[in-house]
């Protein structure tokens, strides 16, 4: 039932699926399949992205009894790319589990204008390394739960030069977003929203991580999309065509003086995109 998460695979295995087959193999949004048969006992239930071992969910240890039937769901999450799950069991003590996920997850963007590099921790565990300025990473999963996200220099090994407490929904998808100069950086927490958008078209949203700027407008191809992004804040996502010849401009509030402009910019169909000043 999680139309951006793209097919799964399902494996009914123990917590490592590195080299097992699926139980179940590519279940595309909406699909019903088949009863597959297992012999009674305990098992890891993992849902990949078809294919491939991209863990998208993965439940504790659930017995299943002989002579039952049981249904598995994928539920979407606010991320957008990792599910949930409900276990239904058919019968006249049919019961349903919600189960969330327990994982998280998070990339970076370094936007420290005198950064040689940051490095990103959850509290003492590294997450990203060597992030450069303007640099984006590529996502991470870590777990749920209260965390204390940290950043260091990557010159300076063990020394936190911004941190900030944060509470990791289930599922849910973030940017650590560094700002302001080393001396005095900031660690902002971005709550990322994957969902795919229809066919043809593109989602977008623009951040504001421009020291001294106040609040700026931004605009495609001079048409205004958001208004008023204040610092280190995003703008809601928009939906629009996919193009290959975007101009972007941010301007000040009001679009009185502009502040930096991209072009030719490309959204390709079906893509969820972030601009950054």
Known sequence: LSDSSG?????????????????????????????????????????????????????????????????????PTSGGQLVSAVFLTAGGTATGTYIPNTKSRIKAVNAVPDSTGLS??????????????????????????????????????GTTIASLAKTLGSGQDYTLLATNPQASATLTALLDDNSLPTATNVRVRFVNALVGSGNVDALVDF????????????????????????????????????????????????GVYTVYV
């Not at 060597?130 to 090994?157: K, W």
């Not at 975007?246 to 072009?263: D, E, H, N, P, R």
Request: net charge negative; glycine share 8%.
């Open 120 to 157: 990103y921790f959850a509290e003492a565990t590294p997450l990203l390394s060597n992030v450069p300025f303007q640099g984006a990473s590529s996502y991470i999963t870590t777990t749920t739960g209260a965390h204390t996200l940290r950043i260091e220099a990557s010159n300076v090994p």
């Open 7 to 75: 097919p799964v695979d399902v494996y009914l295995a123990g917590a490592d699926v590195t080299g097992v087959p699926p139980t179940i193999s590519s279940v595309g949004y909406t699909t019903v399949t088949d009863y597959a048969e297992i012999a009674e006992g305990d098992y890891v239930v993992t849902y990949t992205a078809a294919g491939n071992k991209q863990v998208l969910f993965q439940a504790p240890s659930q017995h299943f009894t002989a002579g039952t039937k049981n249904t598995l769901t994928v539920f």
């Open 223 to 270: 048409a205004t999309q958001a208004s008023s992004i204040a610092y280190n804040t995003a703008s809601p996502y928009v939906q629009i065509a996919a193009s290959s010849t975007y101009t972007i401009t941010f301007s000040s509030a009001g679009g009185v003086t502009s502040v930096a402009t991209l072009t030719p910019v490309e959204f390709l169909a079906g």
